[in-house]
């Protein structure tokens, strides 16, 4: 196993070095890299002809240029960077820096949320094959990806991030639209459940009931305005995702489980009060700290509590002790929203990463940041989601007409245990190649998007650098997506060995 | 069974198993009423070809003139702010409005749509075939060509598609849309390659092929007699999807300025052309969209009519 990943980064990281030669010699040749100083009328044309010249090499031939950006490429290997300037002299390793962590921060998030919806979502509708949710979802998914992606961002910056802001001036529902939103809930949530016509008359009303009441609620007290989550809310997710993530996994019978995952639930309570002094104005290393005890303790717990189910215990309650710290931190966050909203009031604003000159504490820059952040990466994730989940519904449909599918229902194994167990486990391998694949092509994709919402990101970099035949920034741009691509190859690969034990060998 | 009836015998005839008045179909017919059975499929072609007619017919081609009497590089007099005059049964004047300086925007939609199908399907009958060709005999030949041609591919794949498009595409701008079409074509073959060497390798090991080879066959005859008429489905429902990706990175392109140049229009040009006057003059911004949504959708559910015509697995079962 170590032996054939080491192969395939050997071969991958010629790939990358052969990719390197041809962009840097294509981006060098595509003009000139002069030509508005040759039409310049400025008086001191000649030095500044001179100037660029020296700064870019251009008296040199094409493979010493290369050779000299692939020497200080190479430096990274002594973490000592150096890509080279741009052709005004700038460093381009400081113009990445910050380029690379607003786009790299943008395209994560994007894929965690289209894979964790596009698989859902997938598997929801392979399951319900040819019913009206599925159509829906069908027709939806080609709508997403027939899409010209800056046309849905400058809609979205209209529609989304315009109206809201006015609508967050006196943020109250009307009776019509309480009514028509709470209708269209209830109508989906009635089709992704199914059943018989009783079933879904009594998922329906339940919905619309409760959908229509809760805005009712929310709008009476302006709750948009200052909104709260609180204890309660708290609890009740926790709780929630505990009983839920025990029965989707190992079966609501397996008390081991069940029992440890709640006593995660109960810790994360306890520190819900005990570290409130410590994250009312914390730091990143402090917040990343707790998150990651609490995937410890919560791991812990299951792995003392689970007995003869261990190992599921422990990984199912660090993964509610992590549920658990990410609420809290949501519910500090949402709790800053109307001391946010006085320093903001219209808090989209549809350009740039953040707000300039913002001044707020930690938890109200990042709610900045995160308004910020909204809009694009719905434009990346609709996307991105609708190609995972027919990738996700076609390779759940594949599995399910397998013949151990047909020999796990005979034996008399429950529906869930299938579906997660056989079916799901099996339709993750090529799922997990697409994702790959996927990763890097979404860092180019940005390019857009980011251009749309005037973000400075690693498309500006690369844009600007093509546009004036300057190519350390393209090479810049080139070096952390061919990246990216070697490392999702890597995990796609530790990720088949974890799903396939015949690869394991 | 008896053994006059085992295939392969001399009295043995698939037709004499079948009743008389049953009809018979052959695979393309079973593909092709497959296909005419999907609704959306049928639907979207149907708009398909009122799209591409009627982008055709309106300005004309070329020294043909159409039925359309404005001129898409001609500016006429303003009317009502240029506003769209399309009503459910009537053109109007200017049915898609005018631009700010006063063209008539039907004109250069239809011009815009014009370039846009032309390209995207150039990059699709070009990609598709140099996609097949290197999938195919790097998949036949084994060894070392197909070392060479797969690490050729890897270095196309591992630049991300927009950047090497981007890059090729500024180098060889001025030069028309064919040479357009013919950049965007280079960059998009690769995974219809990867596709087609993965079905080749599984084919190549099949008895037919084996059989070919023993009396003597050239590879080339083997490949494309005898190999690539089985992988047809793979080919043209990636084909079909392929133009759908080709209109979409044409219009990024031209968005990004690096695509085609004014004078002339693309779908995507002109909606960069008039972001900005989404607020004051919207319909410069929807008609393009709008155009280029309903391309890309029809073709994409044209092909997702064509995976199910040729592969019904996943189907219920219908026929």
Redesign the interface.
């Known amino acids: 196993m170590t032996k054939y990943i080491l192969r395939r980064l050997g071969?991958?990281f010629?790939?990358?070095l052969?990719?390197s030669l041809?962009?840097y010699v294509?981006?060098i040749?595509?003009?000139d890299p002069l030509k508005d100083l040759r039409e310049s009328n400025a008086d001191n044309r000649e030095y500044l002809i001179q100037q660029r010249t020296e700064f870019m090499g251009l008296d040199q031939p094409w493979y010493v240029r290369y050779w000299d950006w692939l020497t200080g490429v190479s430096k990274c290997v002594t973490l000592n960077c150096d890509l080279g300037t741009n052709r005004n002299g700038v460093d381009v390793g400081s113009l990445l820096g910050n380029a690379a962590s607003s786009t790299l921060r943008l395209v994560v998030l994007a894929t965690v949320l289209a894979i964790v919806i596009g698989i859902v979502v997938g598997i929801l509708t392979a399951i319900r094959?040819?019913s009206g949710f599925d159509y829906s979802v069908t027709f939806l998914a080609?709508?997403f990806?027939?899409?010209?992606?800056?046309?849905v961002a400058?809609l979205l910056k209209?529609f989304a991030g315009i109206q809201f802001n006015n609508w967050m001036q006196e943020p109250t529902f009307s009776p019509v639209q309480i009514i028509i939103t709470a209708l269209v809930l209830a109508l989906i949530l009635s089709a992704v459940l199914g059943g018989d016509w009783k079933r879904r008359a009594a998922t329906a009303g339940v919905t619309l009931v409760f959908v229509a009441s809760a805005m009712t609620y929310f709008s009476a007290v302006e709750w948009f305005r200052r909104p709260l989550l609180g204890f309660g809310f708290v609890a009740i997710v926790g709780i929630a995702a505990a009983v839920g993530s025990t029965t989707l996994f190992v079966g609501f019978k397996n008390r081991r489980v069940l029992y440890s995952t709640l006593a995660t639930v109960a810790a994360g309570l306890v520190s819900y009060f005990a570290f409130r002094g410590v994250i009312e104005e914390p730091t990143w290393p402090v917040l990343i700290g707790l998150f990651i005890m609490s995937l410890v303790v919560g791991g812990l717990i299951g792995w003392f509590m689970g007995g003869y189910s261990r190992k599921p215990a422990a990984a199912l309650s660090a993964f509610v002790g992590g549920t658990m710290a990410l609420l809290t931190a949501a519910d500090m966050a949402v709790s800053h929203w109307a001391s946010f909203l006085s320093l903001k009031p219209r808090p989209i604003s549809t350009i740039g990463s953040q707000t300039p000159n913002f001044s707020g504490g930690f938890w109200e820059s990042l709610l900045d940041v995160g308004a910020q952040i909204i809009l694009p990466t719905i434009v990346l994730t609709l996307i991105s989601v609708a190609s995972y989940t027919r990738y996700t519904r076609?390779s759940m449909?594949?599995v399910m007409?397998q013949d151990y599918i047909r020999t796990a229902r005979s034996k008399g194994l429950s529906e869930r245990v299938v579906i997660v167990k056989h079916g799901f486990r099996n339709a993750l391998i090529p799922i997990t190649t697409i994702v790959a694949f996927d990763f890097?092509?979404l860092?180019?994709?940005a390019?857009?998007t980011e251009?749309v919402f005037g973000w400075k990101g690693m498309g500006e970099l690369?844009?600007t650098g093509?546009?004036t035949v300057d190519p350390n920034p393209?090479m810049a741009?080139?070096l952390v997506?061919?990246t990216a691509?070697i490392l999702m190859n890597l995990l796609a690969d530790l990720a088949y060995a974890a799903l396939d034990p015949r690869i394991r060998r | 069974m008896s053994n006059s009836q085992t295939p392969g015998s001399d009295s043995y005839s698939i037709e004499a198993e079948i009743p008389a008045n049953t009809k018979t179909y052959s695979q393309g017919q079973l593909v092709f009423r497959r296909f005419v059975r999907h609704k959306g499929a049928m639907a979207s072609l149907i708009v398909l070809l009122f799209i591409t007619l009627t982008a055709i017919t309106s300005i004309g081609v070329g020294p043909l003139p159409g039925w359309w009497d404005k001129d898409y590089t001609r500016a006429t007099a303003v009317l009502d702010g240029g506003r769209p005059t399309i009503g459910f049964f009537s053109l109007g004047e200017h049915p898609f409005g005018q631009d700010t300086i006063g063209k008539d925007y039907f004109a250069l939609v239809m011009r815009g749509t014009q370039i846009s199908l032309l390209v995207a399907v150039t990059v699709g009958v070009l990609s598709t075939i140099i996609g097949t060709i290197i999938g195919a005999v790097a998949g036949y030949m084994r060894g070392w060509i197909e070392s060479i041609l797969m690490?050729l591919t890897?270095?196309v794949i591992?630049?991300?598609?927009?950047?090497?498009a981007?890059?090729?595409a500024?180098?060889a701008s001025d030069q028309g849309v064919f040479v357009l079409a013919l950049v965007l074509a280079i960059v998009t073959w690769t995974g219809l390659a990867r596709l087609v060497r993965g079905e080749v390798l599984s084919l190549r090991e099949r008895e037919f092929v084996a059989a070919a080879r023993a009396v003597g066959t050239s590879p080339a005859r083997i490949i494309f007699k005898h190999i690539l008429p089985n992988t047809i489905g793979v080919i043209i429902v990636s084909a079909t999807l392929s133009i759908?990706s080709a209109i979409?990175l044409e219009?990024?392109l031209s968005?990004?300025?690096?695509g085609v140049q004014s004078p002339d229009v693309s779908l995507?040009l002109l909606?960069?052309q008039y972001?900005n006057a989404?607020?004051t003059r919207p319909w410069l911004?929807w008609f393009p969209?709008i155009m280029?949504?309903l391309i890309?959708?029809s073709i994409?559910?044209i092909g997702?009519g064509l995976r199910d015509a040729f592969d019904p697995?996943?189907n219920?079962s219908k026929d």
């Not at chain 1, 990806?145 to 046309?151: A, C, K, R, T």
């Not at chain 2, 591992?158 to 090497?164: D, E, G, S, T």
């Open positions: 071969a991958s010629l790939v990358l052969g990719g041809l962009l294509l981006t040749n595509s003009d094959q040819y080609f709508l990806f027939s899409l010209p992606v800056f046309w400058v209209e076609s449909l594949e007409n890097a092509g860092i180019g994709g390019v857009i251009k690369f844009e093509l546009r393209v741009f080139f997506t061919g691509a | 690490r890897d270095l591992v630049i991300p598609l927009l950047a090497l981007a890059v090729i500024k180098a759908a979409l219009t990024s968005y990004l300025g690096f995507g909606i960069s972001q989404f607020l911004f969209g280029i949504l890309a959708l994409n559910f997702d697995r996943q219920r």
